[in-house]
């Protein structure tokens, strides 16, 4: 009865929030709406910040432009402007399924989305101009169509098998000229998810005691193991991502933290907003997250 309950009060928190943050606070939005990701049990996503982000331009080829609010991209004559973006991807365990790219433009056209190519890491956002950028690498994603002022997402799981740094370059095509939200906006930054399929480890068989040893049983843990697969949205660590995780982020909901996913900071960023909300909504479940096995003393 405690469950139905709290399953029922966590839908009417979630219809309150939803339409205050639509109203105008924070929210990482897809599509214009909010949606929830299926997530199938031993599946997960990691949610990405960037960790670099610029763009270079050919008219001021000595120019930086990484403390900018935007990234450009442009393929006019004489005016070429690639954008650069970096992503810093760790403790994904487990195969890649999915990995994709959200931009938010600033402007009000109906452009073409970018044409994304990977690219060297050798670059830093406060150095990098367009005499030093590195070159073109792979082409991970075709231009197309885009709504005004929507979100596009660009699919790069060809890019990303797992763990490590990615460098992307954001460019044009067809004459066009437009800029993205960098990192540095408050509202609607650049974001990378990836979803994968976690690994299930084959436990170490245990070695047979001798007929002179004595097993000692160890202290039964308190809290969630150690070696369980952490779920993003769980701020308590159950195993579930329930109404119980949305009330640890709405009792900490703007504020500044250091306490990550313990205070509903599901992204790590240092401040629990719409951003960790949209998390907690993506992975809204009611069945646990299955535990790594541990191993017993035979």
């Known amino acids: ?13 979630l219809g309150i929030v939803t339409l205050g943050i639509i109203a105008g606070k924070t929210l990482v939005l897809q599509g214009g709406r909010l949606i929830p990701q299926a997530q199938t049990r031993g599946t997960f ?19 930086n432009n990484g403390s900018l609010n935007y990234i450009q991209a442009d393929d006019r004559k004489g005016k070429i402007k690639e954008g650069y973006i970096k992503f810093e991807i760790n403790d994904i365990q487990g195969k890649v399924t999915k990995a994709i790219i959200r931009l938010v433009a600033t402007d009000n056209d109906i452009k073409n989305s970018p044409v994304v190519y990977l690219t060297s ?33 660009i699919d790069v799981t060809s890019a990303i098998n797992g763990n490590g740094v990615y460098s ?41 005691p001798t007929a002179t040893s004595t097993l000692t049983p160890s202290p039964t843990a308190v809290g969630p193991s150690p070696t369980s697969q952490f779920k993003p949205g ?7 991502v329930d109404g119980v995780d949305y009330s640890i982020w709405q009792a900490n909901y703007g504020k500044a ?23 907690w909504f993506s992975n809204y479940s009611a069945t646990p997250t299955p535990s790594l096995p541990a191993s017993t003393p035979t």
């Not at 101009?129 to 792979?138: A, D, E, F, L, T």
């Open 45 to 63: 996503s990691g949610y990405y910040l960037p960790s670099a982000d610029s763009f270079v331009s050919q008219e001021k080829p000595s120019e």
């Open 121 to 153: 890491n050798n670059w830093s956002e406060t150095e990098i101009n367009y005499s030093n950028k590195p070159s073109r690498g792979q082409k991970i994603a075709e231009a197309g169509k885009r709504e005004v002022r929507r979100p596009i997402t």
């Open 168 to 208: 992307f370059i954001i460019a044009s095509e067809n004459f066009n000229s437009v800029k993205y939200n960098s990192r540095e906006v408050n509202l609607n930054k650049p974001t990378l998810t990836v979803t994968y399929i976690a690994m299930t480890p084959t436990p170490s068989p245990s070695p047979s």
């Open 1 to 13: 009865m405690k469950g139905s309950i709290a399953t029922v009060v966590a839908f009417f928190a």
């Open 257 to 279: 933290t250091n306490d990550n996913y313990k205070s509903g900071d599901f992204n790590g960023d240092g401040k629990v907003d719409g951003a960790d909300y949209y998390i």
């Open 234 to 240: 769980d701020a308590n660590g159950d195993g579930l």
